[in-house]
């Protein structure tokens, strides 16, 4: 078996591609895989610590503005789709996969098209609630389109070939002993908060929850675990201005980075977040009720309507990023932790919404699509 792989720009696009390798490689050991990247995306650094091995083509995306500087970069753009084209197309030829898989990103759109173009069969994943431009694009063509969540099928149009595998999942968090976890991380009978904006940080949600946490700080309400991000150094001193100091509270664990995530998540009786499709994934796996925080600035404002498929669900609370404040988070969070019945609710429906044997289910399309 010979897979070619592409997908990348950002690790939501990257990880479901390389769970899908680890998959392939446990199921057919011999199996030569192949990533495609961008020649200056994350997918660089991860897909070679994952030991895998990585061919790179040029490929950016057009800005939505008449800007001269804009324009500059669409026509460089354009240039670039060409020769990523070609590009693609000799990687292929080179290869001789059996199967291309393509999870996303720009870096997706001129390998998969070249492979259809060579009628090498091609299957896609749509991570999110809303699919990309990429994925719609290339859906007519497909063998098959994965979905993640049921919801993103209304999105395309014509007649497509739909599966619903859901995101892959990391084994911890799916392994996590939540009882130890909890023993391990609540200091108190009292409910513990688990907040987090991503690697880099958010200052919208460092902002919205300071409040939260220095009145946990100054009269022990809850306890909270909060992960401020490689931009967020200044976190630590406002909660000290706002009369907490989480170097003398017991019941603040106020971190740059949670590099035990399975671990904190399991333990928490509510989550705050951004809602990239892999994050809810988890959160649904683990069954927590969650305090959403979609970015706005992503494309087609997908974390919106990855939010929202929970929200309908009875699953979350959702605070557009224009409403948030630190009183409307600490409300939020307040009426959930306040009303057990409704947790409990959340944390069920969470549940019923996770699809935990993605990678199996991805595994059965790609040899469905062999065997043919």
Avoid at 50 to 71: T, V, W, Y
Avoid at 144 to 169: Q, S
Avoid at 189 to 211: C, Q, T
Avoid at 236 to 253: I, M, S, V, Y
Wanted: include cysteine; glycine fraction near 6%.
């Amino acid at each position: 078996m010979r897979v070619l792989l592409a997908g990348g720009g950002t690790a939501g696009h990257i990880n479901p591609a390389l769970a899908i390798a680890k998959t392939i490689k446990e199921k057919e050991p011999e199996a030569e895989i192949l990533f495609v990247g961008n020649k200056t995306g994350l997918e660089q650094r991860l897909v070679k610590n994952a030991g895998f091995d990585i061919k790179s083509i040029s490929i950016s995306g057009f800005k939505r503005s008449l800007s001269p500087s804009a324009l500059v970069h669409n026509v460089k753009t354009a240039f670039r789709a060409v020769s990523a084209s070609s590009a693609s197309a000799k990687i292929i030829k080179e290869f001789k996969p059996d199967i291309c898989i393509g999870t996303g990103g720009y870096v997706s759109g001129p390998v998969m098209r070249a492979a259809q173009k060579l009628h090498i069969p091609v299957i896609v994943h749509e991570q999110n609630a809303f699919p990309g431009v990429t994925t719609k694009m290339l859906s007519k063509k497909a063998e098959y389109v994965m979905l993640a969540v049921d919801e993103a099928r209304k999105h395309f149009e014509g007649n497509v070939n739909f599966v619903l595998t859901g995101n892959p999942i990391r084994p911890e968090i799916l392994r996590v002993d939540e009882k130890a976890a909890k023993e391990k991380y609540k200091k108190s009978d009292k409910p513990l908060v688990l907040s987090f904006g991503g690697s880099l940080g958010a200052r919208k949600i460092n902002e919205g929850v300071a409040d939260l946490i220095a009145r946990s700080g100054k009269d022990g309400r809850y306890s909270h675990i909060h992960a401020f991000g490689q931009y967020g150094k200044w976190f630590p001193d406002l909660l000290r201005e706002k009369g907490a100091d989480p170097d003398k509270c017991t019941n603040l664990d106020i971190r740059e980075y949670i590099d035990n995530m399975a671990e904190c998540m399991a333990a928490a009786d509510v989550v705050i977040c951004r809602c990239g499709a892999i994050t809810l994934s988890e959160v649904q796996a683990l069954g927590k009720p969650s305090v959403l925080i979609p970015s706005p600035n992503v494309a087609e404002n997908h974390q919106y309507h990855n939010a929202m498929a929970l929200v309908k669900n009875n699953a979350a609370i959702v605070i557009e990023e224009k409403d948030l404040t630190e009183k409307s988070i600490t409300e939020a969070v307040d009426k959930l932790l306040s009303d057990k019945e409704t947790l409990k609710r959340f944390s069920q429906n969470a549940k019923n919404m996770a699809i935990t044997d993605a990678n199996e289910r991805i595994f059965s399309v790609i040899e469905k699509v062999l065997k043919k």
